[in-house]
Protein backbone atom coordinates (compact mmCIF):
# COMPACT_ATOMS: atom_id res chain seq x y z
CA UNK A 1 0.00 0.00 0.00
CA UNK A 2 1.32 3.27 -0.98
CA UNK A 3 2.22 6.28 1.60
CA UNK A 4 -0.46 8.55 -0.65
CA UNK A 5 -3.13 5.64 0.31
CA UNK A 6 -2.96 5.46 3.83
CA UNK A 7 -5.03 7.05 6.18
CA UNK A 8 -3.75 8.05 9.63
CA UNK A 9 -5.09 5.37 11.04
CA UNK A 10 -3.46 2.86 9.09
CA UNK A 11 -0.54 4.56 9.68
CA UNK A 12 -0.97 4.18 13.40
CA UNK A 13 -1.20 0.76 12.90
CA UNK A 14 1.93 0.92 10.65
CA UNK A 15 3.47 2.87 13.11
CA UNK A 16 2.83 0.94 15.78
CA UNK A 17 4.18 -1.89 13.84
CA UNK A 18 7.74 -0.50 13.41
CA UNK A 19 7.87 0.83 16.88
CA UNK A 20 7.20 -3.01 18.46
CA UNK A 21 9.32 -4.20 15.75
CA UNK A 22 12.62 -3.13 17.89
CA UNK A 23 14.38 -2.09 14.53
CA UNK A 24 15.74 0.88 13.94
CA UNK A 25 12.96 2.61 11.65
CA UNK A 26 15.41 3.34 8.82
CA UNK A 27 16.07 -0.19 8.74
CA UNK A 28 12.28 -0.97 9.34
CA UNK A 29 11.17 0.93 6.70
CA UNK A 30 13.50 -0.16 4.21
CA UNK A 31 12.38 -3.92 4.81
CA UNK A 32 9.17 -2.60 4.68
CA UNK A 33 9.38 -0.60 1.66
CA UNK A 34 7.65 2.51 3.61
CA UNK A 35 9.79 5.85 2.89
CA UNK A 36 11.12 6.84 6.06
CA UNK A 37 10.01 10.26 5.64
CA UNK A 38 6.69 9.55 5.01
CA UNK A 39 6.47 7.68 8.02
CA UNK A 40 8.27 11.01 9.98
CA UNK A 41 5.75 12.73 8.07
CA UNK A 42 2.45 10.79 9.51
CA UNK A 43 3.81 10.28 13.17
CA UNK A 44 3.94 14.13 13.34
CA UNK A 45 0.71 14.33 11.92
CA UNK A 46 -0.32 12.29 14.88
CA UNK A 47 1.36 13.46 17.36
CA UNK A 48 -0.89 17.14 16.43
CA UNK A 49 -3.80 15.12 16.37
CA UNK A 50 -3.35 14.12 19.75
CA UNK A 51 -1.95 17.11 21.45
CA UNK A 52 -5.03 19.05 19.82
CA UNK A 53 -7.92 15.72 21.09
CA UNK A 54 -5.71 15.78 24.80
CA UNK A 55 -5.87 19.96 24.63
CA UNK A 56 -2.14 19.96 24.88
CA UNK A 57 -1.55 21.19 21.95
CA UNK A 58 0.53 24.81 22.40
CA UNK A 59 -1.27 28.01 21.57
CA UNK A 60 -0.69 30.11 18.87
CA UNK A 61 1.66 33.01 20.21
CA UNK A 62 2.04 36.51 17.96
CA UNK A 63 5.27 37.68 17.24
CA UNK A 64 5.96 41.25 16.11
CA UNK A 65 8.72 41.24 13.46
CA UNK A 66 10.62 44.84 13.94
CA UNK A 67 13.05 45.85 10.63
CA UNK A 68 16.80 45.77 11.45
CA UNK A 69 18.54 49.22 12.09
CA UNK A 70 21.77 49.53 10.38
CA UNK A 71 24.03 52.33 10.68
CA UNK A 72 25.07 53.56 7.11
CA UNK A 73 28.47 55.68 7.10
CA UNK A 74 28.74 58.06 4.11
CA UNK A 75 31.95 60.00 3.28
CA UNK A 76 32.07 62.58 0.40
CA UNK A 77 35.74 64.57 0.84
CA UNK A 78 35.84 66.15 4.60
CA UNK A 79 32.09 65.53 5.17
CA UNK A 80 30.62 62.20 7.10
CA UNK A 81 27.81 61.00 7.59
CA UNK A 82 26.28 58.38 9.68
CA UNK A 83 22.69 57.27 9.74
CA UNK A 84 20.56 54.60 11.28
CA UNK A 85 18.11 52.94 8.63
CA UNK A 86 16.18 49.89 8.77
CA UNK A 87 16.76 49.32 4.90
CA UNK A 88 20.46 50.57 4.18
CA UNK A 89 19.99 48.83 0.74
CA UNK A 90 17.48 51.33 -0.28
CA UNK A 91 19.27 53.81 0.73
CA UNK A 92 22.15 53.32 -1.19
CA UNK A 93 20.30 53.01 -4.19
CA UNK A 94 18.25 55.87 -3.81
CA UNK A 95 21.75 57.66 -3.61
CA UNK A 96 23.14 56.02 -6.41
CA UNK A 97 24.11 58.62 -9.25
CA UNK A 98 22.03 61.46 -6.63
CA UNK A 99 25.61 62.27 -4.99
CA UNK A 100 28.58 63.22 -6.49
CA UNK A 101 31.81 63.59 -4.55
Wanted: charged residues 20%; aromatic residues 4%.
Amino acid sequence: MGAKNRSLKEWAATIAEMQSSGMPPKEWCKSHGINLFSLRGAQTRLNKQAAVRSGKQQPFVGVEVKPRVSDVTLRCGQITVVASVSDAAALLKALAGNVSC
